[in-house]
């Protein structure tokens, strides 16, 4: 139960700083990324699986941020 709370807490932080640079500079990959990382600890139940798709949501971000 904690361990989800933090990571919804952290990824959903690094997801709407994301949201906002792509707001920023007009790019909707990074936009959509941000949003993505926002939402999905809501449908997913498994801590491991949250943490796995939370990194790589992140890693995608700074991979296809141009």
Same mark, same amino acid.
């Given at each position: ?25 007009? %790019?909707?990959?990074?936009? /959509? %990324?941000? /949003? @993505? ?12 699986? /949250?943490? %796995?798709?939370?990194?790589? %949501?992140?890693?995608? /971000?700074? @991979?296809?941020?141009?």
């Amino acid at each position: 139960m904690i361990p989800d709370f933090v990571a919804s807490m952290l990824f959903g932080a690094v997801g709407f700083v994301a949201f906002m640079y792509g707001k920023r500079q007009m %790019l909707p990959k990074t936009m /959509v %990324l941000g /949003v @993505l990382l926002m939402v999905y600890p809501y449908f997913i139940t498994n801590t491991v699986a /949250v943490y %796995l798709i939370g990194a790589s %949501l992140t890693a995608a /971000v700074f @991979l296809f941020r141009d």
